[in-house]
């Protein structure tokens, strides 16, 4: 049957951490019923799960597909949605602990499902290849300043404005101590003309915490149709892979473990426990990982939904 969830993820309390949808045993909807169903939902992102593609084993070996989309877009992967739908897959299943692949617009992605001593889950998402963009020139950072209603000297000093990528890109934007991060109003429509000039649709203005091995986010996105997302995973991974690179936080030469904070500015704290894995003092491979709440369920009769008929079931989406 499929199934329509309301999942709080990056969080065990109900009405913090990343809002998401999820829509279990998708496999009969078209990709306009996925868009139209996240459109409706409102939610930064809206994953829908599906069986497993015909795969010749390897590398493309999968135990299930997902496809995931904003209100306005489909997107190739997104973190908190992963995590959301592997809990209410995990809960709706009662499964235990289990390692799987699932397929994405990003490639396939391991994922471990850890079921916990109450009966509760943790999800851990190792996420896709690093890649890390060139710094941003002068005249990008200022108008990245500018967007952000900042001034290019709240940038911390020394550090570069740079795309980074595990999957899904996201500009690294560091701020030096002292900046009200949560106070950040960015114009919307200037950052979504810089995203469309850089390729890159994701802005992630962070802070290390001065005690302990943490960091401040935020992350606005509109021009996917996400003005701020409260807890981002497809941020706070790279950014783990950033902090390695420019020497930021202390580890011991083969892993960092650090926890994203972000929401607070939007009501909505959650952390994503991230880990990079480290070889020769460069990063080599990412996880997140983090709880979930489930707020409803319901069943979605999808005999009611605009352009059933003659409607094709949705495929894994190539990857990008």
Not at 74 to 81: K, L, N, S, T, W
Not at 250 to 265: E, I, M, S, T, V
């Amino acid at each position: 049957m499929t199934r329509l969830f309301h999942i709080d993820a990056f969080t065990r309390i109900p009405f913090r951490g990343n809002p998401a949808g999820v829509v279990l045993d998708a496999d009969s909807l078209s990709a306009r019923q996925m868009q139209d169903l996240a459109r409706e939902l409102k939610h930064s992102e809206t994953a829908f799960v599906t069986a497993p593609r015909p795969h010749g084993g390897g590398e493309d070996a999968h135990d299930l597909c997902i496809r995931y989309f904003t209100p306005t877009t489909e997107v190739p992967i997104c973190g908190h949605a992963t995590i959301a739908a592997h809990y209410a897959r995990a809960v709706s299943l009662g499964l235990d602990t289990v390692e799987l692949r699932q397929k994405t617009g990003a490639g396939v992605q391991r994922i471990r499902v850890e079921r916990q001593a109450d009966g509760d889950y943790r999800i851990v998402m190792r996420q896709g290849p690093l890649s890390f963009g060139e710094p941003l020139s002068a005249a990008l950072r200022g108008a990245v300043a500018g967007a952000l209603g900042l001034g290019e000297g709240d940038f911390a000093p020394g550090l570069p404005l740079q795309i980074v990528s595990t999957g899904h890109s996201k500009v690294m934007v560091p701020l030096r101590p002292g900046v009200a991060l949560d106070a950040i109003a960015p114009d919307q429509a200037a950052l979504a003309a810089l995203s469309a000039e850089i390729g890159c649709n994701g802005w992630f203005p962070f802070q290390l915490r001065p005690c302990g091995r943490a960091t401040d986010g935020r992350m606005f996105a509109p021009a996917i149709g996400i003005p701020e997302d409260p807890v981002t995973g497809n941020a706070n991974g790279p950014l783990g892979a950033y902090l390695v690179r420019h020497g930021l936080m202390p580890h011991d030469g083969k892993l960092l473990r650090f926890d994203g904070q972000q929401g607070r500015a939007l009501g909505r704290d959650g952390v994503v426990h991230v880990e990079v894995a480290i070889a020769q003092g460069a990063p080599q491979q990412v996880s997140i990982s983090g709880g979930a709440v489930i707020l409803f369920s319901a069943p979605l009769d999808v005999s009611r939904l605009a352009g059933t008929s003659n409607t094709p079931a949705a495929a894994c989406p190539p990857a990008a």
